[in-house]
Each structure stands twice: as C-alpha cells, then as structure tokens.
C-alpha cells in the first residue's frame, strides 16, 4: 500500500508562477488535508475536504486554491507564488481519526 | 535543510525516565483530541486519541490526559527511548472533521 503519495517532493517557483500540488490516497479515505509547516513550526490547515464533493477553508486559505477530484485526489493551487508561500506542505487522509500524512512537498519561491 | 521542532519548546529527559508532553487547547466545540509524533523530515504519525467526554486513555507506553475544565491535554510517555526523539503535536478535531494542529514540543532522549 502506498497510503498518501504527494507530487512533487521539490519545487522552486519564481514568484507569480502557479502551480498545482497533488495528492493521491489509497486507503479509501472520505475525508482530506492539505497543510503546510514553516521551519520548526508546527502544521497550519489551509483546506480540508471531508468527503468528495466538498471543501473548506482551514486557518490559512488566502492563496491558495484546492479541488477534490474524486474520492483518492485532492490538489493544491497556487495560482501567484509569493515568497511567502515558501513553506513546506503536507497532504493527509482520514477515515475517523487516524490522519495518515504523505511524505511532504518542499517549495521554495523566489 | 530546516528542522523540525527548531522553534518549539523543548523537553530533554533521560532514557528510561518517564515523560509528560503539555498541550493547551483553545476550542470548547472539539470532540476529539489527538497527538501526533513527528520524525525529522517526515509527516507526523497518529499516536492516540481521547473523545471529549473522557478524560484518560491509555494506549502502549502512552497515556493521554484530558482536563476540560482547564482545556489543558498531556501525552505521558513510559520508560521513554531513544526512538522517541520526535516533536509531539496535539490536534483537535470537530463534528466537521476539520483537524487543526496546536503548539509543538521538542523531545530530546539523552542516553
């Protein structure tokens, strides 16, 4: 089982490119997480979706755009890089409680 | 590259000693709560869980402690190892399924 699987693990983008994170999940998973970590942080929640069909705005949605393609998908977009935007994120999947999270993409915006 | 946990308090115990992790939390309406292990350079790891009308549960080495009334979570960790070096998240999770991730701590194992 893969579990989670985030594309890309690096990005560098200069800033006002956009581009779109995927996530993918193998374990039937309803509901879906996108966050990101700053270094030494801790998790920030920028959207969620709790089962296909539906999304909604986490403590940090400014800048960023998401879509539930179906029940294993869920993207990230940024449609115009800022350096802030520099962090690195994660993607999660849940079934109750237990979030399983991907391995992480590492962006960089310059 | 960048650390995790390099901003968070820190808490350095000795192998074998027990340890206590502190959270405080902000939002009365959560059903759940739950604390999360992260490895440098991983995503975090579900460790366990505790509904909002408990206020102990104990899992293999952990125990969660959950005060309400002083919204005050703890993760207690038996005989603590050198594997358990990680930063330690508590999140809180509502009827929505919405997770939202509170402070952090740092735990350092010394040998």
């Known amino acids: 089982n893969a579990g989670v699987t985030q594309t890309p693990k690096f990005q560098v983008l200069k800033t006002g490119q956009s581009m779109t994170l995927q996530c993918a999940q193998d374990?039937?998973?309803?509901?879906m997480y996108w966050y990101r970590q700053d270094p030494g942080m801790g998790l920030r929640l920028i959207y969620y979706?709790?089962?296909?069909?539906?999304?909604d705005k986490g403590e940090v949605p400014n800048g960023y755009n998401v879509s539930r393609l179906n029940k294993r998908e869920f993207s990230l977009r940024l449609e115009s890089a800022a350096p802030s935007q520099t962090s690195v994120y994660f993607c999660?999947?849940?079934?109750?409680?237990?979030?399983?999270f991907g391995q992480g993409t590492r962006l960089t915006v310059v | 590259g960048e650390s995790v946990g390099l901003h968070l308090p820190t808490l350095s115990v000795q192998e074998g000693d027990n340890s206590i992790i502190n959270c405080a939390y902000s939002?009365?309406?959560?059903?759940?709560f739950i604390w999360y292990k992260q490895e440098s350079g991983k995503g975090p790891q579900f460790i366990i869980d505790?509904?909002?009308?408990?206020d102990k549960r104990q899992g293999q080495r952990v125990t969660v402690l959950l005060n309400k009334t002083v919204k005050h979570l703890s993760l207690q960790i038996a005989a603590t190892q050198p594997g358990d070096s990680a930063v330690y998240f508590c999140?809180?999770?509502?009827?929505?399924?919405?997770?939202?991730f509170g402070s952090g701590t740092r735990l350092l194992v010394r040998p």
């Open positions: 999660a999947s849940s079934e109750g409680l237990q979030a399983f």
């Open positions: 374990m039937n998973h309803n509901s």
């Open positions: 979706s709790a089962s296909e069909g539906t999304t």
């Open positions: 939002n009365s309406a959560s059903d759940y």
């Open positions: 505790i509904r909002s009308n408990m």
């Open positions: 999140a809180e999770m509502d009827s929505s399924y919405k997770l939202i």
